[in-house]
Each structure stands twice: as C-alpha cells, then as structure tokens.
C-alpha cells in the first residue's frame, strides 16, 4: 500500500503559477511512476485529465499537450516527494489536481495508476 497527499492548491489569477507536492508514505520500496492529474468541475472520476507524469528514477516525463512548455514535474531523490509546477495558468486550469503512483509513466490513462491522493483544489481567476 502507498498512501499519497497533495499540497499547494489554492486561488491563482490569470497568468500566475502554482506548485503542488506530492508526499508518498508506505510501500515506497516499489518502483513506482507517479503522475498528476486533474478532474474539472462538473467532470466524472473517469474523466480525470492526464497531466503529467514521471519514472520511478526521474529519467522520464510526460507531459499533456495542454501543459507542455508550461509545466515541469520532478521528484526528489529519495523518492518520497513529486512536484509538480505550472505557469502561465488560465481558467481551463481550474480542477482539482490529483497526484497517482502506478507502474508506468508512459501511461496517460487514470486507469493504469494504482493508488491516489484526495487532491488538492486549484482555482484560476480570470
């Protein structure tokens, strides 16, 4: 069992950045990807939006085309810790961001990924 916590959503205005963490306690000794995702309002757990994510050694990142260029994911070196940091935030930013720990990062499906955090809310004012 791995249990994940999200940290660092808030209220943002247009144009802004945002840095959200991703804590990771437990079964860390696997190997996990870690990836972030994001459920807007309105929108169904199914429909969860891939955001970014990241191997277990760092080596490999994957990135949504809608964040390309303005989002970088990293993780520490103990394993224990996932960032992710956006900028130039919009409106269509606004969801609830959740971080996940699964066995691939080159899956962008929210259906590969193991375990999830309660996310963290962010809100864009335009």
């Known amino acids: 069992q791995v249990q994940l916590g999200e940290s660092g959503g808030g209220l943002v205005q247009t144009g802004g950045s945002l840095r959200l963490s991703c804590s990771t306690t437990g079964r860390t000794d696997r190997y996990y990807a870690m990836g972030w995702f994001r459920q807007a309002p309105g929108k169904e757990r199914e429909e969860r939006e891939f955001v970014a994510s990241i191997s277990w050694n760092g080596a490999s990142k994957y990135y949504a085309d809608s964040v390309k260029g303005r989002a970088t994911i990293s993780r520490d070196r103990y394993k224990t810790t996932v960032t992710l940091e956006m900028n130039s935030l919009n409106p269509e930013d606004t969801a609830v961001y959740y971080c996940?720990?699964?066995?691939?990062?080159?899956?962008?499906?929210?259906?590969?990924?193991?375990?999830w955090g309660q996310g963290t809310q962010v809100t864009v004012s335009s």
């Open positions: 996940a720990a699964g066995t691939w990062a080159y899956n962008t499906s929210s259906r590969a990924y193991e375990y």
